[in-house]
């Protein structure tokens, strides 16, 4: 029998640094009222001067894997959803890696847009599921104001910075993932981009005057894709699940815009507690949104052991993906006692260790060449 990846622990990091409607209006035309009727956003969190992608990823994994009693070593694979990666390569995923001092684990990044994080959920079943992997680690993380043109009204009142991370594991226990859909639409990958930086248009001078490595959206069009995409992923993956659409307990949509999310909601006839939005404190944070809007679902309880929940993305590529998840933590998860929590964090701490000294090590190597080649 197939194991079932089940959610064993859950977590999120959103920056200190608020940036308010008001304080946007002081930077480009626009007002608070245009940006609440048109998007439903108040405010957004922006990322400090020392964070970045991978350091927001690491503060998220490490509380969802502290909720797992989960140590980095057991981890058998780290995926990062992100279209705002700390390098072109490598990975922000081995960043993290050798920060949590998970040296077991592969490591690699999935860039679906705002799709990534349900993209990178459904890779983790199947490896569960295939029982390739036991225990497997999936973030999305993005730091877009990093990637935002300030001087863009149209697009900079809709992005922010954070991360959510999930723990998968293997278990016997009918439960958890129940189906993923996925699907994507090239031909509307210039409807949403990053023009420059890659190897179509390398970095020059014109395109950092041109403003070409900032995000560039048709947003007209992205709204009509995602107002249709969202309903049909739904109702798709509820199928694939085997249930009818009256079994969702919990959706929890990716947080781009509330009138898109109104539209969707409408078309599927559910009433609106059924849909989670956060939007208004946090903006579009891409494949951040859907896992932070996740993390604050379970940890206020609005959902139980056996609600369905679905979550749903569009995005980028155009991207679309959805999963039906069926709550419920598998593992017993007894308070454990302070020498406990001591041992585990000093483990933590040791764990990342070697993943130090290999570091040093090959800084020494390349500062030592001619012994290396004598
Ligand atoms: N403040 C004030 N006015 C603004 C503005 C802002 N921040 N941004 C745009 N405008 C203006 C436009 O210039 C336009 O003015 P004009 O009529 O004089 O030309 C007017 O507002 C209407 O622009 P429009 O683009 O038609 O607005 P809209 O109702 O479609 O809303 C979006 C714009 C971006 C909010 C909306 O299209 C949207 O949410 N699209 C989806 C974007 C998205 O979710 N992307 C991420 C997908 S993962």
């Known amino acids: 029998m197939s194991p079932y990846a089940h959610i064993a622990g859950w977590g999120m990091y959103a920056p200190a640094k608020v940036l308010s409607n008001q304080d946007l209006e002081r930077m480009v035309d626009t007002s608070d009222e245009w940006i609440r009727s048109r998007t439903g956003i108040a405010e957004r969190r922006i990322a400090g001067e020392k964070e970045s992608t991978s350091t927001m990823a690491v503060e998220a994994a490490r509380r969802a894997l502290a909720r797992a009693h989960l140590s980095p070593r057991q981890l058998d694979a780290i995926i990062v959803a992100t279209i705002s990666p700390d390098y072109l390569t490598p ?154 659409l009256s079994a969702v307990d919990m959706i929890i949509p990716h947080q781009a815009n509330i009138r898109i999310i109104e539209a969707a909601r409408k078309k599927l006839r559910l009433p609106e507690e059924a849909f989670y939005i956060n939007l208004y404190r946090y903006g579009n944070t891409s494949g951040a949104s859907i896992p932070i809007a996740l993390c604050e679902v379970a940890e206020h309880e609005l959902i139980n052991d056996g609600s369905v929940v679905v979550l749903v993305g569009f995005g980028a590529g155009l991207t679309w993906g959805a999963a039906a998840v069926r709550w419920g933590v598998p593992l017993p998860q007894p308070a454990r006692p302070w020498h406990q929590r001591v041992l585990y964090l000093g483990r933590a701490l040791l764990g990342r260790l070697p993943a130090f000294l290999r570091k040093l090590l090959y800084r020494l190597w390349h500062i030592l060449p001619s012994q290396r080649d004598g």
């Open 91 to 244: 990975a922000t995923a081995c960043l993290v890696q050798a920060a949590l001092g998970a040296d077991r684990a592969a490591a690699f990044d999935v860039s679906a847009g705002c799709s990534g994080f349900v993209y990178a959920l459904h890779l983790a079943h199947i490896g569960i599921a295939a029982g390739e992997w036991r225990s497997v680690l999936i973030i999305g993380a993005e730091t877009l104001s990093r990637f935002v043109n300030w001087e863009d009204r149209a697009t900079c009142v809709l992005f922010g910075d954070g991360a959510g991370a999930l723990v998968l594991v293997a278990s016997d226990q009918p439960g958890g993932v129940l189906a993923c859909v996925l699907g994507a639409d090239g031909s509307g990958a210039e409807l949403l981009s990053i023009p420059a930086g890659g190897s179509r248009m390398p970095a020059s001078p014109e395109t950092l005057s041109q403003r070409a490595h900032t995000i560039q959206m048709d947003g007209r069009a992205v709204y009509r894709f995602a107002t249709h995409i969202i309903p049909e992923a739904v109702e798709q993956v509820m199928r694939k699940a085997g249930l009818p």
